[in-house]
């Protein structure tokens, strides 16, 4: 088993910041798409990616542990996430 690195507990009311930040990542990196800044769009993508699913975690787990996310979506196809925490 591994270690977990880099778990931080996180108010769940946190998440909206999180969320905020992703759409900014997301916003830019259509920006650099049309001035076909490639490389910098999939930077930006790829740190959108994240700052959602840091915003999924705080959700459904209250802490920041990115394979949490792994765990989220797995039990989402296996229908065991049965209703949406109360926001």
Not at 18 to 41: G, M, N, P
Not at 53 to 72: G, N, T
């Amino acid at each position: 088993m591994t270690k977990q690195r880099g778990v931080k507990a996180v108010d769940r009311s946190k998440f909206r910041e999180y969320q905020r930040v992703a759409q900014h990542f997301y916003d830019a990196a259509k920006d650099s798409i049309d001035l076909e800044y490639w490389t910098a769009a999939a930077v930006l993508i790829v740190h959108a990616a994240i700052a959602y699913a840091d915003a999924l975690c705080i959700v459904y787990f209250i802490q920041k542990y990115h394979v949490q996310i792994y765990h989220l979506f797995k039990n989402y196809e296996q229908r065991q996430i049965m209703n949406t925490p109360n926001l």
